[in-house]
């Protein structure tokens, strides 16, 4: 099992600029597609951007593309999520997760369970 801490969350102005970690362990943490997901209060949790294991693709929620940018660093079993220009509807909690692939990120069809992810507020 692929365990996940996120950190990286806050308070920020609109406008303004995060960068979200999540730090996997496991072995075969390299092995997977990584996500970033959010979820706001009193809304399902969506999908915001997906890489591959080698890092060579990325897929983005069309409300966050040219935004933000996801990387990873798999000797460091990172993912990195940069936050750029954000806006009072980013605001949510921020999970990431693992999957078979980008697709099935997307899908929401991950591998691990839910952990508390990290917060972000933007405010106007």
């Known amino acids: 099992q692929v ?3 996120e950190s990286g969350g806050g308070l920020v102005q609109v406008g303004g600029s995060l960068r979200l970690s999540c730090v ?3 072995r075969t943490y ?11 209060p009193g809304q399902e949790r969506e999908f915001v ?5 080698n890092g060579l ?3 983005y929620a069309d409300v966050v593309k040219g935004r933000f940018t996801i990387s990873r660093d798999n000797a460091k079993n990172t993912v990195y999520l940069q936050m ?3 806006k009072p509807e980013d605001t ?7 999957a078979i692939s980008n697709a099935a990120l997307i899908a929401r069809a991950v591998l691990g369970s ?6 972000v507020i933007v405010s106007s």
């Open 49 to 53: 951007a997906g890489i591959t294991r």
């Open 3 to 5: 365990l996940r801490v």
């Open 114 to 119: 839910w952990g508390q992810g990290t917060q």
């Open 84 to 86: 750029n220009n954000l």
């Open 92 to 98: 949510a909690v921020y999970h990431c997760n693992s």
């Open 30 to 40: 390299s092995s997977y597609s990584m996500g970033w997901f959010r979820q706001a």
């Open 24 to 26: 996997g362990s496991g």
């Open 57 to 59: 693709t990325t897929d």
